[in-house]
T-cell receptor, first 112, second 113 residues
């Protein structure tokens, strides 16, 4: 079993739909990251969180430490949101927040 | 304030050659991380460096791979005697301090022919 599991692996939506991507992890963490990667492109850090909820524009990330679970929500989805979304965790007790264990990614396609 | 700069964006090497990948962190960032993304696989941590020091290289292959972050200049990931299995995207990220947000570069796509 992977330390970080994402679901779904693939997600197709129509423009305007509300989208949820889930991430479960099995280890104690220092922080959880949500990343976005466009095909052939670089990686953009969307959120880093260790508790509660964060919002940036149409994106919302939540984390439940007790349940070892995080969700990334996209409201009013748009075709430009099409990308791979990656959950990553930094292990608790580590020397660095940047030593991350990554999920396998969720491929999101939003159709106009 | 420029972001994390990686170059080259694409690098083609023949088997047995050396590959040098460069990463210039954001201004004021002294923590650098390298990650590798093999084809059809997820990202994996390779190494964590601070200026002139390797802090954690637990994700680095034992042979042929090395990394440095000198006092002046970019961080370098060096792969000696490349093999086809080294073909991957290599990303670096930087942060200002130990627990501050990470900023990623656009990656270097290495192809070994």
């Amino acid at each position: 079993k992977n330390e970080v599991e994402q679901s779904p692996q693939n997600l197709t939506a129509q423009e305007g739909e509300f989208i949820t991507i889930n991430c479960s992890y099995s280890v104690g963490i220092s922080a959880l990251h949500w990343l976005q990667q466009h095909p052939g492109g670089g990686i953009v850090s969307l959120f880093m969180l260790s508790s509660g909820k964060k919002k940036h524009g149409r994106l919302i990330a939540t984390i439940n430490i007790q349940e070892k679970h995080s969700s990334l929500h996209i409201t009013a989805s748009h075709p430009r949101d099409s990308a791979v979304y990656i959950c990553a965790v930094g292990n608790a007790g580590g020397t660095s927040y940047g030593k991350l264990t990554f999920g396998q990614g969720t491929i999101l396609t939003v159709h106009p | 304030n420029a972001g994390v700069m990686q170059n080259p964006r694409h690098l083609v090497r023949r088997r047995g050659q050396e590959a040098r990948l460069r990463c210039s962190p954001m201004k004021g960032h002294s923590h650098v991380y390298w990650y590798r993304q093999l084809p059809e696989e997820g990202l994996k941590f390779m190494v964590y460096l601070q200026k002139e020091n390797i802090i954690d290289e637990s994700g680095m292959p034992k042979e042929r791979f090395s990394a440095e972050f000198p006092k002046e200049g970019p961080s370098i990931l060096r792969i000696q005697q490349v093999v086809r299995g080294d073909s991957a995207a290599y990303f670096c990220a930087s942060s200002r301090s130990l627990n501050s947000p990470l900023h990623f570069g656009n990656g270097t796509r290495l192809t070994v022919t």
